[in-house]
């Protein structure tokens, strides 16, 4: 994961100021290998807490919710007291999550919780969730593909990012509503912005990959699993 995330910086180089919407596919894919770095941090963080619940392989379906739950308090956080050295220390939490990550365990106690019943109900049902999640994740590839994310969710953290702290914009009464999750959307910026306007695709997509992954990725994983009981 530490070469991912390196990877990802040197090929997403400097951030794009505005206007950047022609973003190139080597800034994209660097950008993505940055998430992908990023998400480990998030799962391995996951797993570090949920061990301490002593549930076992139920554990798992408690650690993308936990480490994203993680990382949006330290965001809040780091944002309260003005964002001193927010990428460096981003990346060195990342880097110590992902050593709490062990994918081959990983790997087999999803096979063991998702394996595959013989019903033919169960599998057209869960195919289809399979290829409307396909879809989805697709979308979070394109630039504004949504109004949503442009109306506060990713609005709200990208005026904390430029702020430089986490504060309510009376300028903007939408971004109100930015808060618990949104903070979350603060990776963006941090990792691939720049003050004054810079990285503003790569921060959307970002967030449409983090929106992706461990919103609709992990409800659709979650609803996969108790399919499993009827």
């Known amino acids: 994961m530490f070469t991912t995330l390196l990877l990802g910086l040197l090929l997403y180089g400097r951030p794009a100021m505005p206007p950047d919407f022609g973003l190139g596919s080597g800034a994209v894919f660097g950008a993505f290998l940055v998430f992908c770095g990023f998400s480990a941090g998030i799962l391995g963080w996951g797993t570090i807490l949920s061990r301490a619940t002593g549930l076992g392989a139920w554990a798992l379906l408690l650690a993308p919710g936990l ?104 300028h903007h009464l939408i971004a109100f509503n930015a808060g618990a999750w949104d903070q979350i959307y603060l990776a963006g910026p941090i990792l691939l912005g720049e003050r004054g306007g810079g990285g503003l695709a790569a921060g959307q997509l970002f967030g449409q990959w983090c929106h992706g992954i461990f919103a609709v990725g992990t409800g659709s994983a979650a609803l996969f699993f108790f399919l499993r009981f009827f």
Do not use: M, N, Q
Not at 127 to 151: A, M, N, Q, S
């Open 67 to 170: 480490g994203a739950g993680f990382f949006s308090v330290y965001f809040l956080f780091l944002g309260s007291i003005g964002f001193p050295a927010a990428k460096v220390a981003t990346l060195g939490l990342i880097c110590v999550g992902a050593l709490g990550l062990d994918l081959t365990a990983l790997f087999h106690r999803v096979r063991g919780i998702f394996c595959w019943p013989r019903s033919l109900a169960y599998r057209a049902i869960a195919g289809i969730l399979i290829l409307e999640l396909l879809g989805i994740l697709l979308l979070t590839f394109r630039i504004y593909p949504f109004w949503d994310p442009l109306w506060y969710h990713l609005v709200g953290p990208r005026l904390w990012f430029e702020a430089g702290r986490v504060y309510f914009p009376t």
